[in-house]
């Protein structure tokens, strides 16, 4: 499939339920996962209040999942909003204790930050010591 086919199969599958912003973000997060990270297996996935990613890094740990929520850089954060976040996922299949934000900045370039329900925000400094 095509990019230009897989963006248009996103949009007729959630135009009617997400705003244009949500999907464009989604799929800019998918590219960058699975062409620039090459990331193993990406798929969307969605409820009611989110488009989000479930994507595996390498098939040899399939339960190394990530759920990865597309945002702006531009997004206000805070305590609420991120439990809120939380909450929005409770509806997953599997027990979802961490999700990866996918923050993609004003130039475009993406930034990856995991926060986790027990532990707060990690940083990918830290992650690589």
Do not use: R
Not at 100 to 128: A, K, M, R, V, W
Request: proline share 3%.
């Amino acid at each position: 499939m095509s990019l230009e086919d897989l963006f248009e199969d996103i949009l007729n599958k959630y135009n009617e339920t997400h705003s244009m912003v949500q999907i464009h973000l989604a799929y800019q997060i998918y590219v960058d996962l699975v062409f620039l990270k090459k990331w193993n297996k990406v798929e969307f996935k969605h409820n009611d209040k989110l488009i989000y990613l479930h994507a595996i890094e390498n098939l040899n740990n399939p339960n190394n999942y990530n759920i990865v929520i597309p945002c702006k850089s531009t997004s206000i954060w805070n305590v609420e909003s991120i439990k809120k976040m939380f909450n929005n996922l409770n509806d997953l299949p599997i027990d979802c204790k961490s999700f990866t934000l996918g923050i993609q900045d004003e130039d475009s370039s993406i930034s990856y930050y995991e926060l986790s329900f027990n532990t707060g925000l990690s940083d990918p400094i830290d992650s690589l010591i």
